[in-house]
């Protein structure tokens, strides 16, 4: 039984400890190295975000099953911060290496099966990822 | 976090290890700066195999201090970017365009070494 | 009055609800097991199922099966009698026993239980009724669950397979030193593309490989997935220090790559497989010399 794991974000080094649990995790849950690469960068990404704007946050890391028996992780990254006023477009916003701040969403999205933002202006975000084990 | 950084002879060897946070970075690119100057290097060679993961922040910081070792007039080679991750690099378009990359330390030396031959 | 659609409301004393009336049940069935037993393998026979069979050794292997289906119906659990799925031969018998003969036997035996249900309680019609409230349930989802479980198991040996086909189609060759060529064949689903580029980078690795060929002549369809999955593959095997050459490009392919937005000014091509592999060649520094006449 796989509980849970909170991990609180505030600090670039929680960073590195939200990606090193999250990596953990997922190689309990017996995903294939390149899975535990992809997974590893999106917590990156979504917890520096989290650093980046709402200054505090958390990321939780849990397990995930669908109806069918199939497993997979699920990370979770929340934030009391500013909230994203237009997440149509911060997920459009093209990735892009020439040094823009550009939000790690799309990124962290791409390596992700599932992916889900909620985020409200002066409320803050949630944003939910899924990725299956095949 | 402290970075190792070795001079072998006209060339730095900086070997980054997994757990860098971004400050980590920030610090590295001012210690790798200082040793450039100091041993008026020829040729950094960054080696990466130990990095979990390149992300968006280690993938400009590292470009930025290739560009800076350039602007000092030395070569900059990353090496050792695992197959895992050069998979997820490319699915995120982090390409890292214009820095030169080698399989690993000796191929990064021997790169260096043939720039070297060619500039005397 | 009984509501069938849900049998697990109490309308009787405790005695009898549901769950107590599968434990009458199920007493009874361990009690007249050896006739049940019997029956059944009678009308396994009749029903040509186990046909490599003799009588005695159906009886008992079907004797064998009912502790499993009688504790099933008990416990609620179905893992022994799922179990047949993944080996319906485990029970150490000389003979196959075909997949859906497992099912057919199981189904038997619910007519069979079924039968002595109906001849034991035929004199109380409103307690025969409850009876059957409590049996139908359990009964038919082991039924299911027997079934499920081989679909599940037929499912597992088509993933193997498709897996293994998979790892022969994508081949990578190492003809010199250095070198990998690899060609890209038939339909490339995402699947197919990410093995591929895997299995590519970790030749690099292991080689240490400096110039990749890819040789995409064979390539079913060319559109923008698989294009752009080529780019990829490109850029990754140059951080890993190998350069990469494209063959294989017929001019619609290449008409196609450029309207679909593929920078064909970064990729390395060559029109055909012999060209890339000279040129391949030539980059890591060989050079090709004929033998002199008298050699050969």
């Known amino acids: ?134 | ?120 | 009055m009984n509501d069938p659609t849900n049998p697990s409301r109490p309308l009787r004393p405790a005695s009898e609800t549901p769950s107590a009336l599968l434990g009458e049940l199920v007493a009874q069935f361990k009690q007249s097991g050896s006739q049940i037993c019997q029956e059944w393998a009678r009308r396994v026979s009749q029903a040509q199922l186990l046909a490599a069979a003799s009588q005695d050794e159906i009886l008992a292997f079907v004797t064998s099966i009912y502790h499993d289906y009688v504790e099933a119906l008990e416990t609620g659990a179905h893992e022994a009698l799922k179990a047949y799925a993944h080996k319906p031969s485990h029970h150490a018998v000389p003979w196959k026993v075909e997949i859906h003969e497992v099912v057919g036997i199981v189904l038997l035996l619910r007519d069979v239980l079924l039968r002595s249900l109906l001849a034991k309680y035929q004199g109380d019609l409103s307690k025969l009724t409850r009876i059957l409230d409590a049996y139908e349930p359990a009964a038919n989802s082991i039924a299911s669950s027997v079934a499920l479980g081989f679909v599940q198991e037929r499912e597992r040996i088509i993933r193997e397979q498709q897996e293994a086909i998979r790892e022969l189609s994508t081949p990578v060759l190492r003809v010199r030193e250095r070198l990998l060529i690899l060609p890209m064949i038939g339909v490339i689903d995402p699947q197919r593309a990410r093995q591929f580029t895997e299995q590519l980078l970790r030749g690099i690795r292991s080689t240490r490989a400096k110039v990749v060929v890819i040789d995409i002549t064979g390539v079913a369809a060319m559109d923008s997935n698989v294009a752009n999955h080529l780019v990829q593959t490109v850029e990754a095997s140059r951080l890993l220090g190998a350069a990469t050459i494209v063959t294989g490009l017929s001019p619609e392919i290449a008409q196609t790559l450029v309207t679909i937005g593929v920078d064909l000014g970064k990729m390395h091509t060559v029109g055909d497989l012999q060209g890339g592999i000279e040129e391949a060649e030539r980059l890591l520094g060989y050079k090709v010399i004929p033998m002199p006449e008298e050699d050969r």
């Open chain 2, 1 to 120: 976090m402290q970075v190792p950084i070795l001079k072998q002879g006209p060339y730095l060897i900086v070997t980054m290890q997994s757990a860098l946070a971004d400050a980590d970075f920030l610090q590295l690119r001012d210690s790798v700066m200082e040793r450039v100057g100091k041993f008026r290097s020829r040729g950094v060679i960054m080696d990466v195999t130990a990095l979990d993961v390149m992300d968006s922040f280690a993938c400009r910081s590292l470009r930025d201090i290739a560009q800076m070792i350039k602007l000092r007039g030395a070569e900059t080679v990353m090496v050792g970017i695992q197959p895992e991750v050069a998979f997820t690099m490319v699915q995120l378009g982090l390409t890292l365009d214009g820095v030169v990359t080698a399989l690993d330390l000796e191929e990064g030396l021997a790169y260096l070494d043939r720039g070297n031959k060619k500039s005397r």
């Open chain 1, 1 to 134: 039984m796989i509980d849970e794991i909170h991990v609180s974000v505030s600090s670039d080094a929680d960073i590195v400890t939200a990606r090193q649990k999250g990596r953990a995790l997922a190689a309990q849950l017996g995903f294939s190295i390149t899975d535990l690469v992809m997974i590893a960068t999106s917590i990156s990404e979504l917890a520096r975000n989290i650093v980046l704007y709402a200054k505090r946050g958390e990321i939780i890391l849990g397990v995930a099953t669908d109806h069918r028996g199939k497993r997979g992780i699920v990370v979770v990254a929340r934030d009391d911060g500013p909230g994203i006023r237009d997440v149509k477009r911060a997920m459009e916003s093209g990735y892009s290496t020439s040094g823009s701040l550009g939000l790690g969403l799309p990124g962290a999205r791409r390596l992700m099966d599932d992916f889900r933002i909620v985020s409200e202006v002066g409320k803050g975000t949630i944003v939910t990822a899924r990725k299956w084990n095949q």
